[in-house]
């Protein structure tokens, strides 16, 4: 018997892969799209048939569907083949780690769906060179998609202040201190965050940059070298030796060239991924931190005590809740479940800090 939500998984990537398609401005790589649709559904019914289920009642698209569908129009539609592409890495891993278990053999079946679209695109003649490494640059882009790090980034503002906050105020009995360590907590985690994220983006750059300068001078020290190893590198693809050492003569040929072909080849980095601003990474780090950070603080503008306390707890459990509904986008589970889970995680640590906050209010004013 299959599991329901297999079914419902295999109806939800065949609708979204349908979105795609109707949106890609390329006709070629809309076929692709259209054809994983159809495999999709494809798996569907062959699922359906197994569990002797009716196909003319198949289920609709689910609502986190409908949601996605919505969000691809806010953030692009290649979030939506993201989704798609972290999706069937998980089934993938979830097969083969049952498998591992199970001492079953494994099966070409198992390969995530991404090879199928990827073999797709690289054997179909109807789609360029300039579409597939248009593809193969969204495909690399999605995984860091600004909706996941929003998520991530409100999540951490919300648990690290909301525990804060809830230890002040079980020290002070949420009197008007509360605010002002709310606020401090804020702006310290909203800036350690931003300093991180600048130092990360930056070192990152750095080192790149360090390394394809290093290149370049190994190119003009010693070009026959680099011919060399970037004919081997030829070879360790697959590629005859007679092939590969003419190709790398023909790219050691142009100096431009051969360094932007080395650079990805040998040093395995892709030169857009180093032109981000390492100062909007921070702004934008600090923003998401701060936009979870504020909510524990809300009420404390304009009350104090227990009331403050008490509104204070249930807008911080609303927010953890949409954020763990929000994960659910990426994991594809239960939106009560990862809501409920992210309450229970956030109030169980405010209520530690809590605690302790009110043994050291105790001893103090004692």
Do not use: C
Not at 45 to 63: E, G, Q, R, T
Not at 207 to 223: I, Y
């Amino acid at each position: 018997m299959i599991d329901l939500r297999s079914i419902q998984t295999e109806i939800d990537a065949s609708f979204l892969y349908s979105i795609l398609a109707e949106n890609e401005e390329d006709p070629n790589v809309a076929d692709v799209f259209f054809q994983m649709s159809e495999i999709e559904q494809s798996h569907a019914i062959a699922f359906m048939k197994k569990s002797n289920l009716d196909i003319s009642l198949m289920p609709a698209p689910s609502v986190r569907a409908r949601i996605l569908k919505t969000i691809g129009k806010v953030f692009g539609y290649n979030y939506l083949l993201g989704v798609l592409l972290d999706t069937e890495k998980s089934i993938s891993s979830s097969i083969v780690s049952a498998r591992k278990k199970s001492d079953s053999a494994p099966s070409l079946s198992d390969t995530a769906h991404v090879s199928i679209l990827m073999n797709i695109l690289n054997n179909s003649p109807k789609v360029s060179g300039p579409s597939l490494a248009r593809f193969e640059k969204r495909h690399r882009s999605v995984g860091g998609n600004a909706l996941r790090a929003a998520v991530l980034g409100g999540n951490d503002g919300l648990v690290s202040n909301f525990s804060l906050v809830m230890g002040i105020a079980g020290a002070t009995s949420g009197q008007q201190g509360v605010l002002l360590a709310g606020l401090a907590g804020l702006l310290a985690g909203a800036l350690s965050m931003a300093l991180g994220e600048w130092i990360s983006v930056k070192s990152s750059q750095e080192l790149s940059e360090n390394q394809m300068q290093l290149e370049m001078d190994e190119l003009e020290a010693n070009p026959e070298g680099e011919e060399r190893e970037l004919a081997l590198i030829y070879q360790s693809k697959g590629i005859p030796e007679a092939q590969a050492r003419a190709m790398a003569k023909d790219v050691i040929s142009d100096k431009d060239l051969a360094h932007s072909v080395l650079v990805k080849e040998e040093l395995g980095i892709n030169t857009e991924d180093i032109k981000g601003s390492a100062i909007e990474a921070a702004v934008t780090s600090f923003l998401l931190f701060a936009f979870g950070a504020i909510i524990p603080v809300i009420p404390f503008f304009f009350l104090s005590g227990m009331k403050a306390i008490l509104i204070s707890t249930v807008m911080s459990a609303l927010g953890l809740f949409m954020i763990g509904a929000s994960i659910t986008l990426f994991t594809g589970k239960s939106v009560w479940y990862s809501g409920f889970r992210q309450v229970i995680f956030g109030l169980v640590a405010a209520a530690i800090t809590f605690g302790i906050g009110r043994l050291i209010g105790v001893s103090v004013t004692g």
